[in-house]
T-cell receptor
Framework: GEDVEQSLFLSVREGDSSVINCTYT??????LYWYKQEPGAGLQLLTY?????DMKQDQRLTVLLNKKDKHLSLRIADTQTGDSAIYFC???????????????FGTGTSLTVIP | EAQVTQNPRYLITVTGKKLTVTCSQN?????MSWYRQDPGLGLRQIYY???????DKGDVPEGYKVSRKEKRNFPLILESPSPNQTSLYFC????????????FGSGTRLTVV
């Protein structure tokens, strides 16, 4: 599968901004997603961005995409203790050889928010 | 409520004893998939299905089987479980729409001793 990489851990203080980074390898037209996994739960879709976009903002969440460097980031403004979770970056390739439903997930970044 | 339901949530079994983890979705989704989650490795796809009777291998299919006889159900079968299959398993489904991601179940934590 494709390589999607993330750092494993991030700690921030409550009220600060968090930035979670992700790099991917597939250069074909792609949707990129951020999922959140709370303890003991499945993954919930937070947001997505298409590869022809540079930025997407949704309330406290800002997604930035640098297509040239294949780098994706998720910024959480005013981070709260309830944001403590594992965040997964995922890539969905729409290449000819892919049915379009192959999602490749990163290793996940465990975000700890310190009160 | 739209959801993906997996059962059981927790399972401890012995090496070699066949088991099935069930997955059901009520959203009429065409696409379903099984992932395993291991520390430091993220989510790795085991098998996926594009429709009834259409399944294909993901990245780590060895030791697993699946079937898709009905649209809503996609069970994961371990014919002869081994300790290296101890993991957290997730079933997920999608309509296949361009922007839609997968909807995930709550997970099944499997321990093989």
């Amino acid at each position: 599968g494709e390589d999607v990489e993330q750092s494993l851990f991030l700690s921030v203080r409550e009220g600060d901004s968090s930035v979670i980074n992700c790099t991917y390898t597939d250069s074909s037209s792609t949707y990129l997603y951020w999922y959140k996994q709370e303890p003991g739960a499945g993954l919930q879709l937070l947001t997505y961005i298409f590869s022809n976009m540079d930025m997407k903002q949704d309330q406290r969440l800002t997604v930035l995409l640098n297509k040239k460097d294949k780098h994706l980031s998720l910024r959480i403004a005013d981070t709260q203790t309830g944001d403590s979770a594992i965040y997964f970056c995922a890539e969905r390739s729409l290449s000819v050889t892919n049915t379009g439903n192959q999602f490749y997930f990163g290793t996940g970044t465990s975000l700890t928010v310190i009160p | 409520e739209a959801q993906v339901t997996q059962n059981p949530r927790y399972l401890i079994t012995v090496t070699g004893k066949k088991l099935t983890v069930t997955c059901s979705q009520n959203m009429n989704h065409e696409y379903m998939s099984w992932y395993r989650q291991d520390p430091g490795l993220g989510l790795r796809q085991i098998y996926y299905s594009m429709n009834v009777e259409v399944t294909d291998k993901g990245d780590v299919p060895e030791g697993y089987k699946v079937s898709r006889k009905e649209k809503r159900n996609f069970p994961l079968i371990l014919e002869s479980p081994s300790p290296n299959q101890t993991s957290l398993y997730f079933c997920a489904s999608s309509s296949g729409g361009r922007v839609e991601g997968y909807t995930f179940g709550s997970g099944t934590r499997l321990t093989v001793v």
